[in-house]
């Protein structure tokens, strides 16, 4: 059987914790930032942690994380 690879876009995306929750950065603050609210930008501040089943998914991509 060959290795099980990594997925390398989902490698640069996130992080597993300790616990096995997933974490990312927020979604939307790639570019067009002054027609987004104030508070949208701040509460996309920084990381956070995934659902469970858009974690899941993740998780299929990073065999190797676990």
Sequence with gaps: MPK???KSSAK?????TANGKVKSAAAGKRHGMIKRSKKFIRDARGTMVL???DAKIVKKFMPNSL
């Design 51 to 53: 659902s469970e089943p």
């Design 4 to 6: 099980m690879k990594t």
């Design 12 to 16: 640069k995306r996130f992080k597993i």
